[in-house]
């Protein structure tokens, strides 16, 4: 990359900068989703594994097992409704 003479860096609205730096920023954003994303995916993950555990006790706690699915059933909305503003914020390939 070559750099600018400083008077035209200078010269530069800061609307500019920012326009330059739109591309950067918008994949940093997404990339910081996609993040969040992967955390909901692991979420998701330990909490079917915690309802099997809960379903292979010996005395069942139904109580715990409804709290488990409902804690579950709000991490997979919460990641449909991330992927869904995802799709809509980024929409390009």
Known sequence: MKLRPYKEYL???KEAIDETLAPV??????KQAELEIAKLDEGIATKES???EL???????????????????????RKK???KIIDELFPEA
């Open 11 to 13: 010269a530069m609205a």
């Open 25 to 30: 920023r918008a994949r940093k954003a997404k």
């Open 50 to 52: 915690k309802i099997q």
């Open 55 to 77: 379903c292979t006790e010996k005395e069942l706690d139904f109580a715990k097992i409804i709290d488990e699915q409902d804690k579950l059933a709000l991490q997979i909305r």
């Open 81 to 83: 409704q991330f992927q």
